[in-house]
DNA sequence: ATCGTTGCAAAATCTTTGCAACAGG
DNA sequence: CCTGTTGCAAAGATTTTGCAACGAT
């Protein structure tokens, strides 16, 4: 029960993140901590979240789901992601940025960093004079596995 | 009237691209067309549109802004883009790629291409075995102007 | 006991759709 | 004319908010 079980302790986390140990919000971390684990779905929207709950049983409001995800995102938690246009998604906030690729068949979806796009980025941000505060790069395709298929059925 | 004219032409614009030149379809076009010759504003939401058309005293509804920015997105005239993560606002498309950086103080849009961050998407995707389809870059700054405005505050 | 937190329902926002009236070719 | 197009209103989808009940300390 001390610092170094951090992520794998929501009470805790959630305490050191200045917010009050509940039910729900620890039920939320436990998901995203699940998540942050498992090769796929680290990617998750309000309504996967709600609906997870509920499968568990957990009696849960839909709007409880976003009060706490917009108090995860404040406190740094988690990330706030549009890939799509539509709904947003979330993962957990490990400190490193990333960017992603999408896949546009089954919503797989992988990370990346890459040095010399920052810098270019940088570099362009300031060659027409702004102040970069931040980006967001996504880049859309069909991944190895959708490939696959993608043969087969011919 | 010749088609060296196209740009300028709305009605035949319309036919070219498949689509009965209609009240509505025209004045959309022409706004998009004014905005795209102007330094600033290239970028419009449904919302700006209509609300520019009622201003003209137009007889238009929301609902048939919308559709007519989908049927020109269909046929290549304006493209989509989403900054935020609201609303969408679109641009004429002139068929050249290039992504965006947005200011997050005024919404000023400026846009940019960049060979290497090309290049080196190309290679990331291939690297991570998907089928590049497409890339939304956008980063997010203080533009000059309100860089300026800031340190006077000050 | 206190003050933050929750669930529910209602509202807000942006966008799409059903439908009868209308208009372009 | 005939079919596509429009305006209006209503529905959808996602997210936010008001409020009374609830719960952690």
Do not use: W
């Amino acid at each position: 029960m001390n610092k170094l079980m951090a992520g794998h302790e929501p009470e805790q986390d959630l305490k050191n993140a200045g917010l009050k140990a509940t039910v729900p919000r620890m039920r939320i971390l436990e998901i995203f901590q699940k998540a942050q684990e498992s090769e796929t779905q680290r990617h998750l929207s309000a309504e996967d979240i709600y609906k997870q709950l509920v499968s568990e049983n957990v009696d849960i409001g839909l709007a409880t789901v976003y009060r706490v995800l917009t108090q995860f995102e404040a406190a740094g938690i988690i990330m706030r992601h549009y890939f799509g246009n539509d709904r947003a998604t979330y993962e957990m906030d490990d400190g490193q940025h990333h960017d992603h690729i999408v896949c546009t068949r089954c919503g797989r979806v992988e990370e990346f960093v890459d040095k010399e796009i920052e810098k270019r980025q940088k570099m362009i941000a300031e060659q027409l004079g702004f102040e970069l505060e931040g980006h967001a790069l996504s880049m859309y395709g069909i991944c190895s596995d959708c490939r696959k298929k993608k043969l087969e059925q011919k």
